[in-house]
């Protein structure tokens, strides 16, 4: 059902969303700025960082090391190297990674896959877990269950996920024969797609999946939960009650509706967790996905690997912000388009 | 098994004599010409059904033979290997590298490899190489000297790929003429004798110019060939912009082997069949490889290597530990070995212990150059230094770091070097504080009543050492020194730092003491890259002479010109670089290891600290004692081509 409010206001809405698309334009302008400062603040650049670990014991002359500047066009002012970046990525070249050789392009499109096929069932499985239990413990507070979900939600909280997927690694290649690191076991790493590497696959999913879910999980519980408890002594609730509307009915339409905002009002950052957020995670468990890449990539200082990596994530922001404030006024009666 | 010992004995003995088995050195190559030919299973198969040509037509026309280790090994299996942050170092002697020249066994003497020989002529000043005939790419197409002159005529010195020439090609700051003589032979002529050449060319740059060099594939992305309309076609298809990109993309390789371009022909053992994917990529068997066994069995005598790479080191260490590996001697450190030790019962795979190219494990370096005038007129004292070497306790550094191993070493050279005088290696090493303190009187350093000692002008004598971050052992080592120092008076302020910010203190002078890995002492490397003995690189890590080098490179324009044994250090470099005598080779060098131990330039605590090798329990012909570094490019002079997996397959290999 439409809300009245959003069916009046839609010309409203479209201005505003129109107003809010620029200030997304200007914004990522000036993150792009940020991000290529923020990547040349640490003393050095690539070919340093080349030269002195990952070229393995070479020895550079000034010569080579001069030459090796001008091919990555690292000899130029900084200005320059950001014009010509910018202009690239505009024209969706987002440039060659230093230390790969390959195009950025290529290396997201390896990774990229099977980081939404992490981040994406975990994100949903926190939100399906999480705002539920958080209901059911604000309206049965201080009952056995509600310990127990407050408990265990304090657990995850307070675990670091790198320790907590540490223990979980040891439990599953201990009592369970588990892979010890990698999303596939040795026997289907080199195989090709079949249904029995997709329940390999699946076998394996479930360490990072509740590694990763674990504290998103338990930080959702106890906001919808304290959200909850306000909301349910408030005047409105008993007003409804009085006029009979039945209690599911009356907790869905109302309480819920105001105690989800913080939730939706996240939302805008879950998008970029999604791709950068499991990095120290993705290190331990051993997965290919986009955290380690962004990681290697600051640390060798590749500058248009991780300057794409960075822009793309504000990206998701600033586009995740605009989507939890567009499902917030459709949730919240109170917003208006001003 | 008595084999096996009598091997090991003679290659300790050519170790010894500096000799080598390369008494077939220098060109001729066992005679291969009546041999009959076979070949692994899987190839037999297709040249059965036609896919291939006959084996004796894949090989060139005198294969190069190769005596196995132990034993003529059988076919089959797969190296299962792993680097972490893809950063493989040693690895690539998993797959190769195949150099232009090669190690021999005994870690030290020069072989012929692609090249089939080398010679002088021309009074030294040119460099001839003659290759193989019939050799061919892994896709089949012939190798020669066209594809050295594609090398040099279109990648060296083409100003877009490549902004300067190679050092490695520069004498007296000229760039060598390059000349194909014919199909087999090409010459390099130089303005002096390039003594270091085959040393090069057996080293780091030998094993990279295969990779520019197949101008049949290479050519269809060089706009010298290439259609100008097609190769733009190519360039946007690829997602890249310029020409440069993306033919610097279809020859990148990672420690010598192409990870994502399974196109790129080489001449390695193995060749790319499956390209780097979620941090997995797959080498396997050349059907062109150019090596034989004494029976005729073309090698490799294994499948294929299957590589992973770690997203960090840890999770590589619990990946050995869990068995899913056969073959690790990548960054290996020694204070994992409990961990590997632990688990090689149930991981099928059993852990040696080789040895390094460190002829210690830490240089402590004093800079001569140091911008503080008191302190440099101490640390270009002799007394000084030698009060310093005695003052460490170099077995309480061996208990406590590396669990008991290591022998009180200077920075000199490793066990089996041609150059190494076992009484410089100890010179200065026994643990005497009384006869440091009493050095340090004399030369007037007095101590106060807290024991602590007084420069000159009275201010109190404190050091400041800079130890790079995430360095194995450093840390550890820089705390004992700090308390060894203290001991007999000296006070040594110990930071650690980030290696981009000794970078800068090396590069501003702002050095007071250094301390670093003393590594590259061994015979492939030394003679051409003597990083620690001789002031020459100024981008390196030496820290005692900083300004000296930046002399010696800018050729006396700037830094601070040497006098005495460090300008006499420097020219016995030069001798070096265009001396071709051995005999007189190994004088200059010693004369370089004399001048060292004279002058402590360098201070080493231990060496021969060993560091663990990964091996599957039935992997056979690799030595029981051996060394890897970046100095042989891993291991190469073991020849992985001849290692086999008894029984045809790793007994640890994942069914």
């Known amino acids: ?338 | 098994m008595s084999r096996k010992m009598s091997r090991r004995k003679f290659l300790k003995i050519s170790l010894s004599a500096g000799a080598g088995i390369a008494a077939l050195s220098n060109g001729v190559p066992l005679a291969a010409q009546d041999m009959m030919y076979s070949e692994a299973p899987e190839l037999a198969e297709l040249v059965a059904a036609g896919d291939l040509p006959p084996v004796a037509d894949r090989l060139p026309a005198n294969p190069v033979v190769i005596e196995p280790l132990d034993s003529i090994g059988e076919y089959g299996g797969a190296i299962r290997t792993g680097i972490f942050q893809n950063r493989g170092f040693q690895a690539r002697s998993a797959w190769g590298p195949e150099p232009i020249l090669r190690i021999g066994w005994d870690s030290s003497t020069i072989e012929p490899n692609i090249a089939e020989s080398w010679e002088y002529a021309n009074g030294g000043n040119t460099f001839v190489l003659h290759l193989r005939e019939g050799m061919k790419w892994s896709d089949g197409e012939p190798f020669g000297s066209h594809d050295f002159d594609f090398y040099w005529n279109h990648v060296l010195t083409n100003s877009t790929l490549s902004p300067s020439p190679r050092s490695e090609f520069v004498i007296n700051g000229e760039l060598a003429e390059f000349e194909m003589v014919d199909d087999l032979t090409v010459q390099w002529t130089f303005v002096a004798p390039h003594a270091n050449l085959p040393g090069l060319l057996s080293h780091w740059i030998g094993s990279q110019l295969p990779r520019w060099m197949p101008r049949h594939y290479l050519e269809q992305f060089h706009p010298d060939f290439a259609d100008a309309a097609e190769l733009d076609a190519k360039i946007a298809e690829a997602g890249f912009s310029t020409w440069d990109e993306l033919f610097n993309n279809r020859v990148a390789v990672q420690y010598g082997l192409h990870f994502d371009n399974v196109d790129l022909p080489n001449l390695l053992p193995f060749k790319t069949s499956r390209p780097m994917e979620l941090n997995i990529v797959v080498a396997d068997r050349n059907p062109y490889y150019w090596k034989v066994d004494p029976e005729g069995h073309q090698l490799p005598y294994i499948n294929q290597v299957i590589l992973t790479n770690y997203e960090g080191a840890d999770v590589r260490d619990a990946a050995i530990a869990a068995g899913e590996m056969n073959w690790v001697n990548t960054d290996l450190t020694f204070t994992n070995f409990p961990l590997y030790q632990e688990n090689a019962e149930a991981g099928n795979y059993e852990v040696r212990l080789w040895q390094t190219s460190r002829s210690a494990e830490h240089t402590i370096m004093f800079n001569h150059n140091a911008k503080d005038e008191g302190l440099r007129e101490i640390f270009n004292d002799v007394r000084f230094k030698q009060a310093m070497s005695m003052a460490i306790d170099r077995q309480t550094i061996a208990n406590v770091v590396y669990q008991g191993f290591g022998a009180p070493s200077q920075v000199q050279v490793i066990p089996g070097s041609k150059f190494r005088v076992e009484e410089y290696v100890t010179r200065h090493t026994e643990y005497d504080t009384a006869a440091a303190g009493a050095l340090l009187d004399d030369m007037g350093l007095t101590a106060g009543d807290d024991g602590m000692r007084t420069r000159a002008d009275g201010s109190a004598l404190s050091i400041r050492m800079d130890i790079s971050i995430g360095q194995p052992g450093s840390e550890d080592v820089g705390e004992l020194l700090r308390e060894f120092l203290a001991e007999v008076g000296v006070d040594l302020d110990v930071r650690v730092v980030a290696r981009e910010q000794i970078r800068a203190l090396i590069d501003n002078n702002d050095i007071e003491c250094g301390i670093w890995i003393a590594d590259k002492c061994s015979d492939s490397m030394f003679p051409h890259t003597p990083v620690w003995h001789v002031p020459f690189l100024p981008t390196d890590w030496n820290q005692w002479g900083p300004q000296y080098a930046v002399h010696y490179a800018s050729g006396g324009e700037s830094g601070e010109a040497p006098m005495g044994d460090v300008a006499q250090v420097q020219q016995l470099f030069d001798q070096m670089k265009t001396t071709i005598d051995e005999a007189e080779r190994v004088n200059i060098g010693q004369e370089i290891m004399r001048l060292n131990v004279d002058n402590l330039w360098n201070i080493g605590d231990v060496g021969e600290v060993p560091i663990p090798v990964v091996l599957g329990t039935n992997f056979r012909n690799y030595p029981a004692q051996g060394f890897t570094s970046f100095d042989w490019l891993g291991n190469h002079q073991y020849h992985i081509e001849q290692c086999y997996f008894e029984g045809g397959e790793w007994v640890g290999a994942p069914s």
């Not at chain 1, 949903?124 to 049965?140: E, F, W």
């Not at chain 1, 201990?174 to 010890?180: H, I, L, R």
């Not at chain 1, 959702?220 to 009979?244: F, S």
């Open chain 1, 1 to 338: 059902m439409i809300s009245p409010a959003l069916f009046l206001d839609w010309e409203c809405m479209t201005s505003y969303i129109i107003r809010r698309f620029l200030q997304m334009i200007v914004i990522m302008f000036i993150v792009s700025i940020v991000a290529f400062v923020v990547i040349q603040l640490p003393p050095g650049d690539f070919v340093d960082a080349y030269v002195t670990t990952i070229s393995g014991g070479e020895t550079f002359t000034q010569e080579t090391i001069d030459a090796l500047r001008a091919q990555f066009g690292l000899d130029e002012p900084f200005h320059v190297q950001y014009l010509k970046w910018i202009t690239n990525v505009l024209r969706g070249n987002y440039g060659v990674s230093f230390q790969h050789q390959r195009t950025v392009a290529d290396l997201l499109g390896e990774r990229l896959p099977l980081t939404l096929a992490i981040t994406f069932p975990t994100a949903l499985l926190v939100y399906l877990i999480a705002i539920p239990i958080g209901i059911y413990s604000a309206l049965n507070q201080y009952s056995f269950l509600d310990y127990v979900f407050s408990f265990i939600g304090f657990i995850g909280l307070a675990i670091p996920n790198f320790l907590f997927a540490i223990i979980l690694l040891y439990i599953g290649s201990q009592y369970f024969d588990a892979n010890v690191a990698g999303l596939f076991s040795p026997e289907y790493e080199l195989a090709p797609w079949s249904f029995a590497k997709f329940l390999d696959l699946l076998a394996n999913l479930w360490i990072p999946v509740i590694v990763v879910g674990t504290a998103g999980t338990a930080g959702t519980i106890r906001v919808m939960r304290g959200m909850m408890l306000d909301e349910m002594r408030q005047p409105y609730v008993e007003t409804a009650r009085a006029k009979g509307l039945s209690e599911a009915r009356l907790i869905f339409k109302y309480p819920v509706r105001v105690a989800i905002s913080p939730v939706l009002s996240t939302i805008g950052f879950v998008l970029p967790a999604l791709i950068s957020g499991t990095a120290i995670v993705a290190i331990v468990l051993n997965l290919p996905t986009t955290g380690p890449l962004l990681l290697n990539a600051l640390l060798a200082q590749d500058m248009l690997l991780a300057g794409s990596m960075i822009l793309f994530l504000s990206l998701l922001t600033v586009v995740g912000t605009f989507v939890s404030d567009m499902l917030l006024a459709w949730a919240d009666p109170r917003i208006q388009f001003e």
